[in-house]
């Protein structure tokens, strides 16, 4: 990802989320995309983003969790994520933990939306494969409960090789630090 970003950002910077290696109070903004859900320690994280902004300043996130408009493919595909604890940075789970650090919501801006084309078989895998990080710490018997039906279901659908037009669409979350927790 820091190759990604190589030529497109001033400066790069590399450093654990829960314990960034940046002066405090030296921002005005953090955005984080696709990232808040991988850092298992929300409170490390925050204090970090907290430490480091100026009072007044915003936290701009990006969820990990779009909104998935309903297909075949789709509607089985995304039966486990609740589940699972899928989508906990959307603006309507996290806005009320992120207020204990002084964050406000300002609102949710839809961004892009998200078109490619899948087949049920190609979902079964990369499910199988682990892909997304609701997975990868799930244990045998969740498996065998809650994914495992859904890997079966995928694969008896009609047509399991032809593709499904699959249509996410994605969010930014405002966040404003005001200071009062
Ligand atoms: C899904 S990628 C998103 C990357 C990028 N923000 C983008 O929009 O394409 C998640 C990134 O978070 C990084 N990451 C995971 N845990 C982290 C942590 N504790 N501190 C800093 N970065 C972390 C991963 O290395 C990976 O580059």
């Given at each position: 990802?820091?190759a990604?970003?190589?030529?497109?950002?001033?400066?790069?910077?590399?450093?654990?989320?829960?314990?960034?290696?940046?002066?405090?109070?030296?921002?005005?903004?953090?955005?984080?995309?696709?990232?808040?859900?991988l850092?298992?320690?929300?409170?490390?994280l925050?204090?970090?983003?907290v430490?480091?902004?100026?009072?007044?300043?915003?936290?701009?996130?990006?969820?990990?969790?779009?909104?998935?408009?309903?297909?075949?493919?789709?509607?089985?595909?995304?039966?486990?994520?609740?589940?699972?604890?899928?989508?906990?940075?959307?603006?309507w789970?996290l806005?009320?933990?992120?207020?204990?650090?002084?964050?406000?919501?300002?609102?949710d801006v839809?961004t892009?939306?998200?078109?490619?084309?899948?087949?049920?078989n190609?979902?079964?895998?990369?499910?199988?494969?682990?892909?997304?990080?609701s997975?990868?710490?799930?244990?045998?018997?969740?498996?065998?409960?809650?994914?495992?039906?859904?890997?079966?279901?995928?694969?008896a659908?009609?047509?399991?090789?032809?593709?499904?037009?699959?249509?996410?669409?994605?969010?930014?979350?405002?966040?404003?630090?005001?200071?009062?927790?």
């Open positions: 990802m820091l990604q970003a190589q030529g497109r950002l001033a400066r790069l910077v590399e450093g654990d989320a829960s314990r960034l290696p940046l002066r405090r109070a030296s921002f005005d903004a953090v955005v984080a995309v696709w990232a808040v859900h850092i298992g320690d929300l409170e490390a925050m204090s970090e983003v430490r480091i902004l100026r009072p007044g300043s915003r936290l701009l996130v990006v969820p990990s969790t779009p909104d998935i408009e309903s297909n075949d493919l789709a509607d089985i595909a995304f039966r486990f994520g609740k589940l699972l604890g899928r989508g906990w940075d959307r603006s789970l806005a009320p933990r992120l207020r204990a650090f002084g964050f406000e919501l300002e609102g839809q892009a939306v998200y078109e490619f084309d899948e087949t049920p190609q979902r079964a895998d990369s499910i199988e494969r682990r892909d997304w990080s997975l990868w710490d799930v244990d045998a018997l969740t498996w065998d409960r809650v994914v495992q039906p859904v890997v079966d279901d995928l694969r659908m009609p047509r399991p090789d032809a593709q499904r037009a699959c249509r996410h669409h994605h969010f930014l979350s405002v966040y404003s630090l005001t200071g009062k927790q």
